[in-house]
């Protein structure tokens, strides 16, 4: 390894501007990867999280929840472009929704989430994004057309750091004439703390005297929600977590273990499994709860823990194998260091978990989902949340025509199948479907070798398409 990568990414980043804390995080990042550090949580190291109480078991009195709710900013992670997808700017500006109104954006529905919670209740409920260097700008001018969303001396949106792609031979910062922007990445979302600190939202949330909900901005499950903010304030929790039930779509990702060492929850993500831990790890049975990355802060305990720590929070690394260009397999391979802001539940003594229904953890990954965030599976109600109408159906699409956001759109043009009777749609090949399509059971149409349509009105049921509906 050259002993000058660290040098010569801590010079790029004081001269691109970057706050100090933030290259005082990266710098000790760098350190342990360049030790040798893999971030690796060990099977043998944790136990299962067990005895978890659910949202529902919750008994707040109204006043309770409804004076902590007036004391919760909405805090919401807007730093991801949907490279997975194809997009090259901010995934919240995908259309999620298509009403008589008009199309509906991530960022429109958050809006509507936040409206009607004040209409209904009363509390301010601050709103703040952290967008990346890459999503800024589009967000802002999206977010113009709700004026009244930003509160009196709170800031609507806060800017996530930035540090440099190391290359993966030498971890030297990584060169790209080219395209000099793909030279940089966002540290991973648990840049959060280092974030709120940089900018001076910190400060600015204190002075309010508000605790924080954090939830990412294509997860629109994550509404507010009075009763959890009464919990959250009686539990007196530094930080809290929500998790779900995992189920077998969710063996891979990042769930909750208890350290045999110290008791203290751990969040483990794929990428800190050993190989050989991998089947333990994906144990549903085991290891019961995954995080959904929504987060509850106590924000002075944050405070005070980042003023011990120098404002360097003893987050686990995350190393993130890429090349400089993700468009590019064949372009310079690279390292990028991040870490997860649910990591930091191992940071606080007394951090806690609850557990929700999945209601609360609707994240679009994938066209699939998106796929069925426009269905009927899900009604959007006068408050913007969306109700699940029956069990969601497992979709799995042919990845070499819909992958992209730019293939899929055009292949559902007309409007999305009705997947209520569905228990499952899997699509081979190249289909075009037409308005009024209604997909039944086990939905399945195989790779007819050319592009073909789904007609208009057709239904699709086990063996194909099987007639109109």
Known sequence: MSSQGLTHSQRKMADAGVHPTAIDVFSRFYELLDGGATGTVPEADVEPLTDVTHRRDLDIAPHDAAAALARTALVKLNGGLGTSMGMDRAKSLLTVRDTHHGPLTFLDIIAGQVRAARAATGAPLPLLFMNSFRTRDDTLAALAAYPDLAVDGLPLDFLQNREPKLRADDLEPVEWPADPDLEWCPPGHGDLYTALVTSGALQQL????????????????????????????????????????????????GHLVVRRSDGRLVLRETAQTPAEDLVAAGDIERHRYFNTNNLWLDLRALAAE?????????????????????????????????????????VFEGSTVIEVDRSRFLPVK????????????????????????????????????????????????????????????????????????????????????????????????????????
Not at 317 to 337: C, E, F, G, M, Y
């Open 306 to 346: 980042l003023d011990r720590t120098g404002g360097v929070l003893g987050l686990p690394l995350i190393r993130n194998p890429k090349t400089v260009d993700p468009t590019d397999a064949s372009s310079t391979p690279v390292i990028q260091i991040e870490s997860a802001m649910g990591a930091a539940i191992e």
């Open 366 to 469: 994938a066209t699939s989902d998106l796929l069925l965030l426009r269905s009927d599976v899900y009604e959007l109600g006068d408050d913007f949340t969306l109700a699940a109408q029956v069990e969601a159906p497992l979709i799995d699409l042919d990845g070499a025509h819909y992958k992209l956001v730019g293939d899929f759109d055009p292949r559902f043009g007309q409007g999305a199948p009705s997947l209520r009777g569905a228990r499952s749609l899997t699509v081979r090949g190249d289909w075009t479907f037409g308005r009024g399509v209604v997909a039944a059971g086990d939905a399945a149409l195989a790779d007819a070798g050319e592009p073909r349509t789904v007609p208009d009105g057709a239904r699709v049921g086990p063996e194909g398409i099987v007639g109109s509906a």
């Open 206 to 253: 204190l002075d309010a005297g508000l605790y924080a909900s954090v939830s990412n901005s294509d997860n629109l499950g994550a509404a507010p929600d009075a009763a959890m903010a009464g919990w959250f304030a009686a539990s007196g929790a530094p930080f809290a977590a929500e998790v779900a039930r995992r189920t077998p779509a969710d063996r891979k990702g």
